[in-house]
């Protein structure tokens, strides 16, 4: 029976199976904290960049004023202007500045849709780590458990000396699977509402695209009839 009862004393004297879960819920747990840190950081910067692209798009009176500062970034909302103008040049021959505007929105829901599969992905593990970590904790609780049973069958005693230092390794690894399993719900969660706020940000930006688009098309100077006249004004 060991004699160290500390945490790292009992992580050595374990059953092979409880010292594996055990150090199962440790690299849970270090995952945890990476994909936190890392994705805390890029919704940040991501965060940061949208609220700037919303800047520029409010300020700018038609989408040539912003197209010089995004065409060279690589960002979803550089991405948002460089696809409305895509499009329209694309769309030059069309007949209908309305259909110009569905085929705008429609790239630009798309953009927004992978930007937000982009930034969503690796939560998922805090999900699963979140749901999995007490039950595989559990699990290796029961084992060690077991173990302290067969233990006091063979020496035949119910001394506490005998039975205490079993039932301690193995509540150890109820204890390591709920330290990884709470701060994991706990992020998810976190990293939920983050992704709404990057959502919302991402839609504020698209909207301030298409009132752009919407205010050139007025104006006549993205119209694409207007392009189809001045060639034949010209032959006149």
Known sequence: MPRNLSPWGMFLSADIVVKAVMIGLAFASLLTWTIWFAKTIELMFARRRLRKIIAVLAQARTL???????????????????AAVSEIRLSADALEPAGVKERIASRLD???????????????????????????????????IMNSFINISKQHTTNLAVVAPGIAEALLATALGLVAAVPAVVMYNMFSRWTATYRALHADAAAEVMRLVSRDLDRGTLHPLEQRRRPAAAAE
């Open 110 to 144: 798309r953009i927004a849709a992978a930007a937000a599969r982009h930034m969503i992905r690796g939560t998922g593990l805090l999900a699963t780590i979140g749901a999995t970590a007490p039950f595989v904790g559990l699990f290796g609780t029961v084992w060690g």
């Open 64 to 82: 040539a004023d912003c197209l010089a500062q995004t065409q060279a970034r690589s960002d979803p909302g550089s991405a948002l202007v460089n």
